[in-house]
């Protein structure tokens, strides 16, 4: 009797210990497999060596920014649209300014819209989900590289698509990091 009561104790216990180490993990997992998928209007990440042949039909990528009301920052897209080939790499700026009076970081979220689209869009390079500390006052570029995918011409629910919206939010960080001045040694 001794032993079977062992035998579902430690059970138990090891139920509710993966149990809790998934409720830990589904957020990084639940983040990883929209950038893989494209689920959600997530961008999958990519890389240039994976880019595939540009297509001569044309989508309307529009720039959208907001900033949480919590962070005293303008932030807004450099350019308003630009017409690309599909399968056609793309470098876009927004602009990031510090209009408080004290060094403060920030950090970006992004998706795209239709939803439906996020699983060709392709971001190479950006700087969503990174720390940004602007000195007050400070005003910066930030860049993001994309494609889209060509197999979004094989998508019968989005190939008669002409527009797609890129948008970043930026809100304020738990955390203020230091800047790295390149003057100091």
């Known amino acids: 009797m001794k032993k079977n009561n062992l035998k579902i104790t430690f059970s138990l216990i090891f139920v509710v210990s993966f149990m809790l180490f998934l409720s830990f993990a ?110 007050p006052g400070e005003e910066v570029l930030l860049p993001v590289n994309f494609y889209i995918d060509p197999k979004i011409l094989e998508d019968p629910s989005v190939k008669h698509l002409n527009s797609i919206v890129l948008s970043y939010t930026f809100f304020q960080s738990d955390k203020n990091f230091e800047k790295i001045s390149k003057n100091k040694n």
């Open 26 to 135: 589904a957020v990084p997992l639940y983040k990883l497999f929209c950038q893989v998928t494209g689920y959600g209007g997530t961008p999958k990440i990519a890389s240039l060596e994976n880019k595939t042949n540009i297509s001569e039909k044309k989508i309307k990528i529009e720039f959208n920014s907001d900033v949480n009301k919590k962070l005293n920052w303008y932030f807004k897209p450099m350019q308003r649209s630009i017409e690309s080939k599909v399968g056609e790499s793309i470098l876009a700026f927004y602009k990031a300014k510090n209009n408080g009076d004290k060094s403060i970081t920030g950090v970006a979220t992004y998706n795209v819209l239709p939803f439906e689209v996020g699983q060709y869009f392709n971001k190479v390079d950006c700087f969503c989900f990174e720390n940004q500390t602007l000195e």
